[in-house]
């Protein structure tokens, strides 16, 4: 079937980290360079993590002490992070690649009694950077995917940490963007 190749073999698209997509999307390498170039001077380099999963690009901003997101316990978003989102919108709309919006939080519970929960505010905080690269020029269509996940993911081990309140922005390759299954 494979002509005597395999899926790994140095000309397949699999090797070039195109996941078996075709080459209407960038390459990995050079989707981390721009968007670290042009988030270069909207925030810390500390709140900036890209990295590259079986999934794609991986872009997690996090809040820092004295330099949050969006306001505390809530989803309105900070002017650090409309800032973020107006410089990065461009390369999420040039690579056209599907993109993914995963909202965290930490472990620091709402009062007691409260209806509202980590789920809610990392759903809505996921919600209120999707309505801004929107308006920031990011077709809607390139939107597969907005999460929110709560305290359930956190990078560091102190589950309070600020650096476990962030969003996750994917640039997905075709093979992570699978169909939800009532449209198959």
Not at 97 to 109: L, Y
Not at 111 to 123: C, P
Not at 128 to 143: C, E, F, K, S, T
Request: net charge negative; hydrophobic share 40%.
């Amino acid at each position: 079937m494979l002509n005597g190749d395999t899926v790994y073999a140095t000309d397949s698209l699999a090797y070039n980290n195109h996941g078996g997509a075709s080459d209407k999307y960038k390459d990995e390498a050079d989707l981390v360079t721009e968007v670290s170039t042009a988030l270069q001077d909207a925030i810390n380099e500390e709140q900036l993590k890209v990295t590259l999963s079986d999934e794609g690009v991986v872009v997690d901003l996090m809040e820092a002490d004295g330099a949050p997101l969006f306001n505390s316990g809530e989803s309105v978003p900070s002017d650090l992070m409309r800032g973020v989102i107006e410089r990065i919108t461009p390369v999420l709309r040039d690579s056209g690649r599907p993109v993914k919006i995963v909202g965290h939080t930490d472990s620091v519970p709402f009062r007691a009694g409260s209806q509202f929960t980590n789920w809610e505010l990392s759903a809505e905080r996921a919600n209120a950077a999707r309505r801004m690269a929107v308006q920031y020029g990011l077709p809607y269509d390139l939107i597969s995917e907005v999460v929110g996940k709560a305290d359930k993911m956190p990078l560091v081990a102190d589950r309070k940490a600020p650096e476990n309140r962030r969003i996750s922005i994917i640039m997905q390759n075709a093979a992570s963007n699978v169909p939800p299954l009532e449209a198959r």
